[in-house]
């Protein structure tokens, strides 16, 4: 009887200690994935970049991190003319992955070639999404190895959907922290959770299953103030400045100063001044070193350039920190906090 009820406290209290730590683990574990972000130079401006890790030999390749597309693809190791880009980033060996299925079905994006497969793309803490879909393509586009991380409607199979599938993510999310590039400071591209650390104050959140924002105002350096009239922009990191249309870009860059060919003298890039930005409350400056950038011929323009569509490239889109929750199709946007420490928390909008 002595023995038995010792055995027995002795079992009861190791049930508690096992209680105790699952009841621990439950409220303090986030399951997320986080990726590396750096920036490399591509047409003479800044892009942000990431290693993903693809096959049943777990190549690993660099991609850009493009939040304005949807797919990822990469070059093919067939690929006889392999440029500087695509040996550095590191094309991709089909042929030597036992798990790579053809799908056959054509791909064509940024003049990127090639044809859709499924293969293993292994997360950064080793969990695996199985036959994940991208597309392996044989001559080299614009950009070499992109991994596009928009999401829409009918292509709901996304990498947060299969993150979140595969149990390594709490929420089908994601968050963007672009470091600083100009200090040398790595970002961070998060699924699943947001890092507390790395914003300032409350995070504003819209309605928007894209990654698109309000434009409310615009005052410039001398501070006159344009209406914006909450134009929904897209936050796309594979693009620089602000495209818009031609009245609405006009009449800034004439209030500028810009010249009739839409140039600056690039001398005003090192100017202490700034551009002031209001997204649907939230206000944020950018300095004139961002607004204004430097062209591959070596001339500067002003962000507002005309093009397709409403998007704020990854010059201006820096200064915050940017989140999307697909779940509950909302988006939020804070003041950026450049810095090392980190505090993930579930998403909560
Ligand atoms: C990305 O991959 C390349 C090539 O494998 C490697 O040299 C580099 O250190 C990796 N970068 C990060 C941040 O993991
Ligand atoms: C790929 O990158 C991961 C993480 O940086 C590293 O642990 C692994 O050894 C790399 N694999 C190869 C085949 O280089
Ligand atoms: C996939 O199949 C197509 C033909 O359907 C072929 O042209 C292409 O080279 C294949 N891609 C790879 C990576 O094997
Ligand atoms: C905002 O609305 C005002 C008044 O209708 C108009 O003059 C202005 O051009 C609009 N601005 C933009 C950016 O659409
Ligand atoms: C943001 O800027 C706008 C226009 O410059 C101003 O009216 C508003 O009060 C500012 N909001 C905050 C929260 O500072």
């Known amino acids: 009887m002595q023995s038995f009820y010792s055995i027995g406290s002795a079992t009861l209290s190791k049930l508690l200690v096992v209680l105790v730590l699952t009841f621990c683990s439950v409220v303090e574990a986030v399951k997320y994935e986080s990726l590396d972000v750096w ?5 003479s401006r800044p892009f942000y970049f990431t290693n993903v890790t693809l096959g049943s030999q777990k190549q690993n390749v660099t991609v850009l991190v ?3 597309s949807y797919y990822l693809y990469v070059e093919d190791v067939q690929n006889t003319g392999c440029n500087d880009m695509c040996k550095k980033h590191g094309p991709f060996d089909s042929e030597h992955s036992t798990t790579f299925h053809n ?8 003049n990127s070639k090639g044809f859709y497969g499924t293969d293993d793309f292994w997360l950064p803490d080793g969990k695996k999404i199985s036959q994940f879909r991208f597309a392996v393509t044989r001559n080299q586009g614009e950009f070499g190895n992109l991994f596009g991380l928009a999401s829409r409607q ?5 990498i947060y959907w299969a ?3 595969a149990g390594a993510a709490d929420t089908q999310g994601y968050a963007f922290y672009a470091g600083d590039y ?4 790595a970002g961070k591209y998060t699924i699943g959770a947001l890092d507390r650390a790395k914003y300032e104050g409350e995070l504003q959140v819209f309605d928007h299953e894209e990654l698109k924002f309000p434009f409310t105002t615009l005052t410039l350096a001398d501070g006159q103030v344009f209406q914006m009239n909450n ?4 936050f796309d990191t594979g693009a620089r400045a602000i495209g818009t249309t031609k009245e609405i870009a006009d009449p800034i860059n004439k209030a500028l100063g810009v010249d009739e060919k839409g140039q600056v003298p690039c001398s005003w890039r090192n100017l202490d001044k700034s551009v002031e930005f209001n997204l649907g409350g939230l206000n944020f400056s950018v300095p004139y070193s961002d607004f204004f950038h430097t062209n591959p011929d070596g001339s500067c323009s002003s962000a507002f350039q005309i093009g397709a569509g409403n998007l704020m ?3 201006i889109s820096r200064h915050l920190y940017f989140a999307a929750n697909q779940e509950t199709k909302k988006v939020a946007i804070a003041k950026i906090r450049v810095t090392d420490e980190t505090d993930m928390i579930p998403f909560n909008f």
């Open 313 to 315: 490239g990854s010059d």
């Open 231 to 234: 134009t929904l922009m897209l």
């Open 182 to 185: 100009t200090k040398g400071i």
């Open 154 to 158: 009918e292509d709901a199979r996304n």
């Open 39 to 43: 920036v490399e130079q591509l047409f």
């Open 103 to 110: 799908l056959s079905l054509p791909f064509n994006e940024f």
């Open 163 to 165: 993150t979140k599938q």
């Open 66 to 68: 493009d939040t304005g």
